[in-house]
């Protein structure tokens, strides 16, 4: 089993869906969660560190199954601008800083 | 405010040549790390730093990769010889304490011919 999954998508979606984005995470000791958005030929930036009650930003809300070990994001009234690939993030344990990163799940939005 | 600074941010060179990228992190972040990204394997830790010392190497693929840092404002990544299939780009990102988000340079683009 991979450290981290997500599907790889590519997720079409029109002007204002909704779209949400599961990711799965096998170590059960993890205990920092976070996404990050990278555009084509850019570097990764966080979007949004996820929280054990969830948490939002704006149209954007993660939340964290540590019962189930995933982790999802949900982007409402998407944007043409969305448009990327959302990277999940895991540490590896609890006494690890080391970051595990899926490989990413594509967002288009189209007109 | 300055981010994390990379160069180069394109490097083309032949097989067996040395191969040096270059780090600053953003001021006043005491950890630092180098990940490398290719298609096929997505996006990879290969070490990472904290204070300058290094904590955890077990991602430097092999022999011939080495990074250092030897102050908090500066961190190098050197691959002799390189060889073709370490053409990738390569990331530094730094954060303030280990546990905290991490902020990622440009990149470096590399390939080796």
């Known amino acids: 089993r991979k450290e981290v999954e997500q599907d790889p998508g590519p997720f079409n979606v029109p002007e204002g869906a909704t779209v949400a984005f599961n990711c799965t995470y096998s170590?059960?000791?993890?205990?920092?969660f976070f996404w990050y958005r990278q555009d084509c030929r850019k570097e990764p930036k966080l979007l949004m560190s996820v929280y054990s009650s969830g948490n939002e930003d704006g149209r954007f809300t993660a939340q964290l199954n540590r019962a189930s070990q995933y982790i999802s994001l949900l982007i409402r009234d998407s944007k043409l601008s969305d448009s990327a690939t959302y990277l999940c993030v895991v540490n590896w344990g609890d006494s690890s800083y080391k970051l595990i990163f899926g490989s990413g799940t594509r967002l288009l939005v189209r007109p | 405010d300055a981010g994390v600074i990379q160069s180069p941010r394109h490097e083309v060179t032949e097989m067996g040549q040395e191969v040096t990228l270059r780090c600053k992190p953003i001021?006043?972040?005491?950890?630092l790390f180098w990940y490398r990204q290719t298609m096929m394997r997505g996006l990879e830790l290969l070490i990472y730093?904290?204070?300058?010392?290094?904590?955890?190497d077990s991602g430097m693929p092999e022999d011939r990769f080495s990074a250092k840092m030897p102050n908090a404002s500066f961190s190098t990544l050197k691959i002799q010889p390189s060889e073709p299939r370490d053409s990738a780009v390569y990331f530094c990102?730094?954060?303030?304490?280990?546990?905290?988000?991490?902020?990622f340079g440009d990149g470096t683009r590399l390939s080796i011919l």
């Open positions: 730093f904290n204070n300058n010392v290094p904590i955890d």
């Open positions: 170590n059960s000791a993890s205990q920092s």
């Open positions: 001021s006043g972040h005491n950890s």
């Open positions: 990102a730094s954060s303030l304490e280990l546990s905290q988000p991490q902020h």
